[in-house]
């Protein structure tokens, strides 16, 4: 059974999840807006874009707010396949010349992963379990 105070790990966790979930969010309401005023060259490629970063953002939201901070178990593995998932986007972005974006995606992502993996998130979660 959980205990039923938030560690600060978990906190941090969530709330570094539900950043990331506002910046896939806004990049997909800006996709959308994009696509609707402009002409682009591919519109289905387009909203099919718009219509991912709307999803992954609501998606992170709700894995921050419903799973983490209600200290719900099934939400530690969502938000640490994320984080694996940002690491080489973030690699990339450095590769491409763009360590101004590239960096701090990286930092989130390892700072996120640290704050999930600890102990203490492992006991809010989990409780004294023995594995």
Do not use: C, N
């Amino acid at each position: 059974m959980p205990v039923s105070k938030r560690p600060l790990s978990l906190v941090v966790a969530a709330a570094i999840v539900a950043l990331e979930g506002l910046v896939a969010l806004g990049l997909g309401v800006y996709v959308a807006v994009e696509t609707l005023v402009g002409r682009p060259d591919d519109l289905t490629s387009a909203l099919a874009e718009a219509a991912f970063g709307l999803l992954v953002g609501a998606g992170l939201l709700w894995v921050a707010w419903g799973g983490l901070l209600r200290m719900e178990r099934w939400g530690r593995s969502p938000a640490v396949v994320a984080q694996i998932f940002l690491l080489p986007v973030a690699f990339t972005l450095v590769r491409s010349g763009q360590p101004l974006i590239g960096v701090p995606v990286g930092v989130a992502a390892l700072a996120a992963l640290v704050a999930l993996l600890t102990r203490a998130t492992t006991r809010a979660l989990y409780g004294d379990q023995e594995t």
